[in-house]
Protein backbone atom coordinates (compact mmCIF):
# COMPACT_ATOMS: atom_id res chain seq x y z
CA UNK A 1 0.00 0.00 0.00
CA UNK A 2 2.82 2.38 0.86
CA UNK A 3 4.08 1.72 -3.02
CA UNK A 4 0.78 2.58 -4.44
CA UNK A 5 0.61 5.76 -1.81
CA UNK A 6 4.12 6.94 -2.76
CA UNK A 7 3.39 6.43 -6.74
CA UNK A 8 -0.27 8.33 -7.04
CA UNK A 9 0.29 11.75 -8.30
CA UNK A 10 -1.69 15.15 -7.67
CA UNK A 11 -3.66 17.27 -10.00
CA UNK A 12 -5.20 20.38 -8.39
CA UNK A 13 -8.72 21.35 -10.23
CA UNK A 14 -9.12 25.00 -9.33
CA UNK A 15 -12.34 26.97 -10.58
CA UNK A 16 -10.98 30.08 -11.69
CA UNK A 17 -13.43 33.35 -11.24
CA UNK A 18 -10.66 35.52 -12.90
CA UNK A 19 -7.56 34.27 -12.60
CA UNK A 20 -5.39 33.02 -15.64
CA UNK A 21 -3.67 29.78 -15.29
CA UNK A 22 -0.18 30.24 -14.39
CA UNK A 23 2.23 28.83 -17.44
CA UNK A 24 4.11 26.17 -15.49
CA UNK A 25 2.76 24.08 -12.65
CA UNK A 26 3.81 25.06 -9.30
CA UNK A 27 5.51 22.64 -7.11
CA UNK A 28 3.64 22.05 -4.18
CA UNK A 29 5.06 20.79 -0.74
CA UNK A 30 3.40 17.26 0.00
CA UNK A 31 4.61 14.07 1.41
CA UNK A 32 4.88 12.62 -2.13
CA UNK A 33 7.42 12.30 -4.43
CA UNK A 34 6.10 14.05 -7.24
CA UNK A 35 3.33 16.67 -6.75
CA UNK A 36 2.72 19.78 -8.67
CA UNK A 37 -0.70 22.51 -8.59
CA UNK A 38 -1.89 23.45 -11.43
CA UNK A 39 -5.19 24.91 -13.45
CA UNK A 40 -7.14 22.65 -15.18
CA UNK A 41 -6.46 22.54 -18.96
CA UNK A 42 -8.98 24.55 -20.72
CA UNK A 43 -10.52 22.33 -23.42
CA UNK A 44 -11.73 24.75 -26.46
CA UNK A 45 -15.79 24.25 -27.41
CA UNK A 46 -14.64 22.08 -30.81
CA UNK A 47 -13.49 18.61 -30.18
CA UNK A 48 -14.74 16.44 -27.09
CA UNK A 49 -14.68 16.74 -23.26
CA UNK A 50 -11.57 15.55 -21.46
CA UNK A 51 -11.40 13.30 -18.32
CA UNK A 52 -8.32 12.99 -15.73
CA UNK A 53 -9.51 9.49 -15.12
CA UNK A 54 -12.40 7.09 -13.95
CA UNK A 55 -13.51 5.62 -10.65
CA UNK A 56 -13.74 1.61 -11.08
CA UNK A 57 -16.12 1.46 -8.67
CA UNK A 58 -18.77 4.49 -7.66
CA UNK A 59 -16.95 6.67 -5.01
CA UNK A 60 -18.80 7.70 -1.94
CA UNK A 61 -18.86 10.97 -0.65
CA UNK A 62 -18.00 12.46 3.14
CA UNK A 63 -18.89 15.66 3.95
CA UNK A 64 -17.13 17.47 6.78
CA UNK A 65 -18.22 19.56 9.66
CA UNK A 66 -18.92 23.18 9.10
CA UNK A 67 -18.44 22.32 5.06
CA UNK A 68 -20.89 24.83 3.20
CA UNK A 69 -22.52 22.28 1.99
CA UNK A 70 -26.72 21.19 3.05
CA UNK A 71 -27.61 17.77 2.55
CA UNK A 72 -31.01 19.06 0.59
CA UNK A 73 -28.30 20.90 -1.96
CA UNK A 74 -26.05 17.51 -2.19
CA UNK A 75 -28.49 15.02 -3.19
CA UNK A 76 -29.84 17.46 -5.68
CA UNK A 77 -26.04 17.57 -7.14
CA UNK A 78 -25.62 14.13 -6.83
CA UNK A 79 -29.32 13.15 -8.50
CA UNK A 80 -28.09 15.40 -11.24
CA UNK A 81 -24.52 13.32 -12.54
CA UNK A 82 -26.41 10.45 -11.69
CA UNK A 83 -29.21 10.98 -14.41
CA UNK A 84 -25.64 11.12 -16.43
CA UNK A 85 -24.92 7.82 -15.35
CA UNK A 86 -22.82 8.51 -12.40
CA UNK A 87 -23.80 6.46 -9.27
CA UNK A 88 -22.25 7.25 -5.65
CA UNK A 89 -21.78 4.66 -3.29
CA UNK A 90 -22.82 6.29 -0.20
CA UNK A 91 -22.95 10.22 1.32
CA UNK A 92 -22.07 10.59 4.91
CA UNK A 93 -21.53 13.30 7.12
CA UNK A 94 -18.47 12.75 9.44
CA UNK A 95 -16.48 15.23 10.64
CA UNK A 96 -14.40 12.39 12.49
CA UNK A 97 -13.02 11.20 8.91
CA UNK A 98 -9.05 11.13 8.70
CA UNK A 99 -9.51 13.57 5.69
CA UNK A 100 -11.92 15.62 7.47
CA UNK A 101 -9.67 16.05 10.57
CA UNK A 102 -5.97 16.11 8.78
CA UNK A 103 -4.37 13.15 9.47
CA UNK A 104 -4.95 12.10 5.97
CA UNK A 105 -5.02 14.60 3.07
CA UNK A 106 -7.48 11.96 0.87
CA UNK A 107 -8.59 8.72 1.48
CA UNK A 108 -9.39 6.18 -1.09
CA UNK A 109 -12.28 5.42 -3.02
CA UNK A 110 -13.75 8.66 -1.41
CA UNK A 111 -14.75 12.38 -2.35
CA UNK A 112 -14.57 14.26 0.01
CA UNK A 113 -16.00 17.96 0.62
CA UNK A 114 -14.67 20.51 3.18
CA UNK A 115 -13.97 24.43 3.59
CA UNK A 116 -11.14 25.67 2.31
CA UNK A 117 -8.11 24.91 3.70
CA UNK A 118 -4.31 26.80 3.93
CA UNK A 119 -3.51 28.46 0.69
CA UNK A 120 -6.73 28.15 -0.75
CA UNK A 121 -7.59 31.02 -3.39
CA UNK A 122 -10.90 32.83 -2.46
CA UNK A 123 -11.18 33.79 -6.00
CA UNK A 124 -12.67 30.60 -6.55
CA UNK A 125 -16.10 29.79 -5.27
CA UNK A 126 -14.97 25.96 -4.80
CA UNK A 127 -11.08 23.70 -5.73
CA UNK A 128 -10.97 20.17 -6.60
CA UNK A 129 -8.20 17.88 -6.16
CA UNK A 130 -7.88 15.04 -7.79
CA UNK A 131 -5.64 11.61 -6.42
CA UNK A 132 -4.92 9.71 -9.51
CA UNK A 133 -2.91 7.12 -10.87
CA UNK A 134 -2.79 5.52 -14.66
CA UNK A 135 -6.50 6.74 -15.48
CA UNK A 136 -7.64 5.36 -11.99
CA UNK A 137 -9.56 8.05 -9.96
CA UNK A 138 -8.22 6.96 -6.60
CA UNK A 139 -9.26 9.91 -3.95
CA UNK A 140 -10.73 12.99 -3.94
CA UNK A 141 -10.94 16.29 -1.76
CA UNK A 142 -13.46 19.26 -2.83
CA UNK A 143 -13.21 22.57 -0.74
CA UNK A 144 -16.26 25.20 -1.00
CA UNK A 145 -15.93 28.89 -0.15
CA UNK A 146 -19.22 29.89 -1.89
CA UNK A 147 -22.50 27.56 -2.00
CA UNK A 148 -24.16 29.46 -4.80
CA UNK A 149 -26.01 27.42 -7.46
CA UNK A 150 -24.10 24.72 -9.67
CA UNK A 151 -20.75 25.20 -7.62
CA UNK A 152 -21.11 21.70 -6.09
CA UNK A 153 -22.55 20.29 -9.60
CA UNK A 154 -19.67 21.90 -10.82
CA UNK A 155 -16.40 20.51 -8.32
CA UNK A 156 -18.88 16.98 -8.71
CA UNK A 157 -17.96 17.00 -12.24
CA UNK A 158 -14.49 17.70 -11.66
CA UNK A 159 -14.33 14.72 -9.20
CA UNK A 160 -16.01 12.37 -11.35
CA UNK A 161 -12.79 13.03 -13.56
CA UNK A 162 -13.79 15.76 -16.19
CA UNK A 163 -11.65 19.07 -16.87
CA UNK A 164 -13.32 22.46 -17.90
CA UNK A 165 -15.16 23.03 -21.10
CA UNK A 166 -14.83 26.88 -22.60
CA UNK A 167 -18.78 26.27 -23.80
CA UNK A 168 -20.85 29.02 -22.65
CA UNK A 169 -23.73 27.85 -20.52
CA UNK A 170 -22.14 24.67 -20.06
CA UNK A 171 -21.80 23.04 -16.49
CA UNK A 172 -17.60 22.58 -16.50
CA UNK A 173 -17.40 26.08 -17.97
CA UNK A 174 -13.61 27.33 -15.92
CA UNK A 175 -16.04 30.77 -14.96
CA UNK A 176 -18.80 30.53 -13.39
CA UNK A 177 -21.11 33.72 -14.74
CA UNK A 178 -20.33 32.01 -17.90
CA UNK A 179 -21.39 28.59 -16.84
CA UNK A 180 -24.71 27.32 -17.24
CA UNK A 181 -26.76 23.64 -16.76
CA UNK A 182 -25.91 22.44 -20.40
CA UNK A 183 -24.17 19.00 -20.16
CA UNK A 184 -23.29 17.79 -23.43
CA UNK A 185 -20.50 15.17 -23.42
CA UNK A 186 -20.76 14.54 -20.17
CA UNK A 187 -23.10 11.24 -19.72
CA UNK A 188 -21.74 7.81 -19.45
CA UNK A 189 -21.39 6.49 -22.98
CA UNK A 190 -21.53 9.90 -24.68
Known sequence: MRTLINSVFLMMMACSVSQPPDPQPEPVSQPYPVVFKSEPELIPVRGSMKSVGKWRHPPRII?????????????????????????????????????????MP??????????PTTGYNFQNYGSTTIYHEDGMLLGVTIEISDPRERV???????????????????????????????????????
Open 106 to 115: WEFHTITIML
Open 63 to 103: VCDHALVDQLDLREAVAWWGTRGYPIESMSWNGSAPSCVGT
Open 152 to 190: LEHELGHSLGWLHWAQRGHMMHPEWRLGGWHDAGLSVGE
